[in-house]
């Protein structure tokens, strides 16, 4: 497998996508307008959900999909339309 890079352009972030260890991944947007993104592995799904609390700058790369009517934590789920 590839390197995982420690940044990404912006726009980029769908070439990560593509990894067969995306769920793992989580991204940082950076400070100022067109800053690169700032890109960290997790160990395992639960150690990136645990970083990424609802409200933090830090975001995880594959969002997991859950019941439209669930609370959703918006850094690592999406709800169902």
Do not use: Q, W
Request: proline share 2%; net charge positive; with cysteine.
């Amino acid at each position: 497998m590839e390197k995982l890079p420690k940044f990404c352009p912006m726009g980029r972030l769908s070439d990560l996508a593509s990894r067969a260890d995306a769920d793992l991944i989580a991204y940082t947007v950076g400070a100022g307008f067109a800053a690169d993104y700032a890109i960290k592995r997790y160990a395992s799904r639960a150690a990136l959900e645990a970083f990424c609390r609802d409200g933090s700058k830090h975001h995880a790369l594959v969002k997991r999909r859950v019941s439209a009517s669930m609370l959703v934590n918006r850094n690592v789920e999406r709800a169902l339309a």
